[in-house]
């Protein structure tokens, strides 16, 4: 598509298509400062354009390739060019929490290379010692026999849904890991759907809110006035 009028669609070989509504559903190109970013990264992260295609390439633990860990890039602007995950909402809060976690704990990002060869990965986070270990870290130290470094971010899909109008939707949700999924549509489905857009809220207050407006639409239907 070259060029969209008021009436017409004009492709790259200039021949034109008359329309009546137009509905754009190619998706959204990553943002200049992305975009800038990945240029100021220089030659390693421009390596990686080749999988990532203008997201910011990163390591296994969110690290900018390139900036030797002093740019941290989480959600659907980066991508792990040995582990690609979906662009959604479920990705980038986990990666978050992940990032918020380690920087709480006060790893180091930017570990010094003692080798200094320009052909040496760069090495993991490491931990501080003064502080103690979370339970999580301490299981991934057992898993991998060192404590010392900071475990990669890993993902665990928690399944998917999707509300599908009428009090109605489609769920597939994950309870464990390498466990049968709990599936449900219609009435079930949605209310799956509810339980877990409940579970999401960040406080008390938003969960009553969220129940007294679906209580009201309930018994007054949704309000389609516009100002």
């Known amino acids: ?13 200039d021949s034109t298509i008359d329309y ?3 509905v754009w559903a190619a998706g959204n190109g990553p943002l200049p400062i992305t975009l800038q970013l990945v240029e100021d990264l220089g030659k390693d992260q421009e390596a990686e354009q080749s999988v990532a295609r203008g997201r910011v390439a990163t390591d296994a633990w969110l690290r900018a390739i390139g900036s ?9 602007c980066s991508v ?34 003692d080798v200094g060869s320009a052909t040496t990965i760069f090495p993991p986070p490491t931990r501080n010692t003064d502080l103690p270990l979370r339970l ?20 665990l899909n928690l399944g998917i849904l999707a509300y599908t109008g009428r009090g109605t939707a489609l769920a597939q949700v994950s ?38 407006d679906w ?7 949704r309000d389609i006035t516009r100002l």
Request: aromatic content about 8%.
């Open 80 to 113: 792990n060019p040995n582990g690609q995950l979906p662009a959604t909402a479920q990705v980038a809060a986990q990666q978050g929490e992940y990032l918020a976690r380690m920087m709480n704990s006060q790893y180091d990002l930017s570990p010094a290379d």
């Open 20 to 22: 009546g509504v137009a």
């Open 215 to 221: 209580t009201k639409r309930q018994i007054f239907g």
């Open 136 to 155: 999580s870290d301490q299981i991934a130290g057992f898993a991998t026999q060192s404590s010392e470094f900071a475990k990669p971010f890993q993902f």
């Open 68 to 76: 030797h860990g002093e740019v941290l890039c989480f959600g659907d």
């Open 1 to 13: 598509v070259k060029q969209v009028d008021a009436n017409t669609i004009t492709l790259g070989d």
């Open 175 to 212: 309870l464990a890991p390498d466990t049968p999924n709990v599936q449900g549509k219609g009435k079930v489905g949605n209310a799956l759907w509810r339980s877990v857009y409940l579970s999401k809220q960040v406080s008390w207050r938003n969960r009553l809110l969220v129940l007294n």
